[in-house]
């Protein structure tokens, strides 16, 4: 039998068992899935066994998956499934974070870190530039990275603000239907703006920040005279914001600030005349030292599974067309 079958027993001792094994043992089954091993999870012992070849390729993923319950990043299928993903692209090298990378939210007790290695070049570009342009589809990270290295130098006392900002570009529906003021007309522009830092800040203290304007959320037009110093600035869905719109947000820049400019160019909702910003400025920009383009792709995707497949559909059709 042992010419047939084998079994590697990984130590899990220090690794959460339910970040590790997933709800109802989700991400165990997503391992046995991908690998075609059987896998066990009995107190620090993590087993894998199946056929000799079977359980060498599974073990790198196992592995990797021990190293996430360690540092108890979440971790789910889809997870589990990039990870395997990353592996078979890149060989059998982990991705972990270096201690730079790994951004510790006390007040909520997590722990964000880079799950792909364009992630964690975003995150490094972030760090030593004073201007980080971000393009890649959705769900590749752009903006919630870029919302916890805003609210760590917050914490730090890098920088005494956060101000984020979106163009309020109408994707397809007019504003004027909206029912409510301007502010409650353009808060759903801005709604993914609060649920990041929502996620990444208690509540209370959110609060207390958007009152005292240490945070302040707001459309893109409300940025024109202003000298933005000593923040941490971030246009989010930037592809919206015309060209004049995009000169004015970086000429607003001041001393001791940081600014952070994400957007997906597949996604222009601005009319067909108004030239995107984003794509100006990937073209003018390059090259400018202090000013980084970070490319994310369907490969660096932390949503749901299907997300990656639903880009690369789009893509195919794209390219056919």
Do not use: W
Request: hydrophobic share 45%; charged share 25%.
């Amino acid at each position: 039998m042992s010419d047939e079958s084998v079994t590697s027993r990984l130590n899990a001792e220090g690794a959460d068992p339910l970040t590790l094994a997933g709800v109802n043992d989700a991400n165990l089954l997503e391992l046995s899935r991908l690998t075609g091993v059987k896998v066990s999870l009995r107190g620090d012992a993590f087993s894998l066994s199946g056929p000799p070849a079977l359980v060498e390729r599974a073990q790198p993923l196992a592995q990797r998956m021990l190293d996430a319950a360690r540092q108890l990043v979440p971790l789910a299928p889809d997870d589990v499934l990039r990870m395997s993903l990353e592996i078979a692209a890149n060989g059998n090298g982990s991705a972990a974070a270096t201690d730079e990378q790994r951004i510790v939210l006390a007040g909520v007790r997590r722990i964000i870190q880079p799950k792909t290695p364009g992630q964690a070049e975003y995150l490094r570009r972030i760090a030593e530039n004073d201007i980080v342009i971000g393009i890649g589809p959705a769900g590749t990270g752009k903006t919630y990275l870029a919302v916890a290295m805003a609210v760590d130098a917050l914490a730090r006392k890098r920088v005494r603000r956060i101000i984020l900002a979106r163009p309020a570009v109408e994707a397809g529906e007019s504003l004027g239907f909206l029912p409510g003021d301007l502010q409650a007309k353009v808060d759903p522009y801005l709604r993914p703006l609060y649920d990041a830092l929502d996620d990444m800040m208690p509540p209370e203290r959110v609060q207390k920040a958007l009152e005292t304007r240490t945070i302040e959320i707001a459309p893109l037009a409300y940025m024109r005279g202003r000298t933005l110093a000593d923040a941490f600035v971030i246009l989010d869905e930037s592809q919206n914001a015309t060209s004049a719109q995009m000169k004015m947000f970086l000429t607003r820049l001041g001393v001791n600030s940081k600014a952070v400019i994400t957007g997906d160019t597949t996604q222009i909702d601005l009319p067909a005349r108004e030239q995107s910003g984003l794509i100006e400025i990937e073209r003018i920009l390059s090259g400018i030292d202090g000013i980084a383009i970070q490319y994310l792709t369907d490969a660096d995707v932390v949503r749901h599974r299907l997300v990656r497949d639903i880009i690369k559909a789009y893509a195919r059709d794209s390219g056919a067309e």
